[in-house]
């Protein structure tokens, strides 16, 4: 995923964020949870804030499995 993919993603398609308690040991992460455009897979993103600027850690589609549990808690 693109730069770009990512700041679209946050500019409209974000369904939750949260903390990332397994990842935060040296500064607070956070993962966030929507769909990613054109396809509108389920992704998570981690990243973490720098000042007012979100710093992305990482992107990837959700397993099959949690893309499953997502629409089924998207569902409710």
Do not use: C, W
């Not at 054109?38 to 959700?62: C, E, H, K, Q, W």
């Not at 499995?65 to 409710?76: G, R, V």
Request: no cysteine.
């Amino acid at each position: 995923m693109s730069i770009g993919d990512i700041e679209e993603f946050f500019r409209s398609h974000v369904r939750f964020v949260g903390p990332d308690m397994a990842h935060s040991h040296s500064e607070a992460r956070f993962l966030a949870i929507g769909r990613m455009p054109p396809n509108y897979r389920p992704v998570f993103v981690a990243f973490t804030m720098r000042g007012d600027l979100i710093r992305p850690i990482s992107t990837r589609y959700m397993h099959e499995k949690e893309a499953k549990k997502y629409e089924q808690h998207e569902q409710t």
